[in-house]
């Protein structure tokens, strides 16, 4: 099995920072991709940023030049810098991987359990 743990999350004014973990572990033969998506309340889930693996960094419209997706040097951590936060921004925040268990197995999708970021003075 693959586990997802996030952290970082929290109530922050407009204006402030906040950074998004998100480490992959277990049965783990290869990544494809890890991402951050959020979702507000009867609203789909929508991309944030991605991070494939040896591959560019993708961020939504909404939040180029405020936030920044990276990964750690082996690949299997995550990070969110969001800077200039705005009330909308408010939402939960999830990780995702895309990962393959073994050489043989089909690469799926991997959630963690969310994170709520608000956005309020």
């Known amino acids: 099995q693959v586990q997802l743990v996030e952290s970082g999350g929290g109530l922050v004014q407009p204006g402030g920072s906040l950074r998004l973990s998100c480490a992959a572990s277990?049965?783990?033969?290869?990544?494809?991709?890890m991402g951050w998506y959020r979702q507000t309340p009867g609203k789909q889930r929508e991309l944030v940023a991605v991070?494939?693996?040896?591959?560019?960094?993708n961020h939504a419209d909404s939040v180029k030049g405020r936030f920044t997706i990276s990964r750690d040097s082996a690949g299997n951590t995550v990070y969110l810098q969001m800077n200039s936060l705005k009330p909308e921004d408010t939402a939960v925040y999830y990780c995702?991987?895309?990962?393959?268990?073994?050489?043989?197995?089909?690469?799926?999708?991997?959630w963690g359990q969310g994170t709520q970021v608000t956005v309020s003075s």
């Open positions: 995702n991987a895309q990962v393959r268990v073994t050489i043989t197995s089909l690469t799926r999708d991997y």
């Open positions: 277990g049965s783990i033969f290869s990544i494809r991709t």
């Open positions: 991070a494939p693996t040896g591959g560019h960094t």
